[in-house]
């Protein structure tokens, strides 16, 4: 992915890699790869252009898209926050831990947030059995979570962003 196009070029880049191909579910796949080769995902408005251009329905796209799991309908985040939901950590309160979460960047299980920060994930067990409930943010490791460590962890990243801005 190139973030220096805009949007728009991107998806003029698209349509000219879709007039490549002819009408029809032959070429989907392809095209599907190279649009998420150009957006890093696979964006609302190029599900529209691939359905008009090749004249397929949106229903059939979105049944490939989540047919193969390497497409992906949402942005890349920053940042990949793994929560733990195996045993330990869910006799600990995990799934507090995931609602405070959820609560907080305001995004479901696997959304990626606005702001393109964050996306949150369900893990099994973490190996940190010890320090349940147990979540992971890129490869750090955070345990003995409440939901006011959860939110200062995510105050903390979101400063260090700002910083970097
Ligand atoms: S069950 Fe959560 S780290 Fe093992």
């Known amino acids: 992915m190139n973030d220096k196009r ?15 191909h002819k009408k029809g ?12 080769e150009l957006f890093g995902y696979i964006p609302q408005e190029a599900i529209s252009l691939i359905s008009k251009e090749l004249e397929v329905y949106r229903s059939v796209i979105y049944g ?4 193969y799991h390497f497409f992906t309908l949402q942005p890349p985040s920053r940042h990949t926050i793994k929560v733990c939901l195996g045993t330990a950590c869910y006799v600990k ?7 405070a979460l ?9 959304q990626t947030t606005e702001d393109g920060l964050f996306k949150i994930q369900g893990a099994r067990c973490l190996g940190a059995c010890g320090l349940a409930p147990v979540m992971m943010v890129d490869e750090e490791v955070y345990g003995k979570l409440t939901e006011d460590k959860v939110r200062e962890i995510i105050k903390e990243y979101r400063e260090t962003e700002a910083v970097v801005k």
Do not use: C, P, W
Not at 93 to 99: K, M, T
Not at 102 to 110: A, I, R, S
């Open 64 to 67: 490939v898209i989540t047919f």
């Open 25 to 36: 579910q032959d070429d989907l796949i392809e095209v599907l790869h190279k649009t998420q």
């Open 93 to 99: 309160g995990a799934d507090r831990i995931l609602s």
């Open 6 to 20: 805009s949007r728009e070029d991107n998806l003029k880049l698209l349509l000219e890699e879709i007039k490549k």
């Open 102 to 110: 959820k609560k907080e960047l305001e995004v479901e299980v696997e």
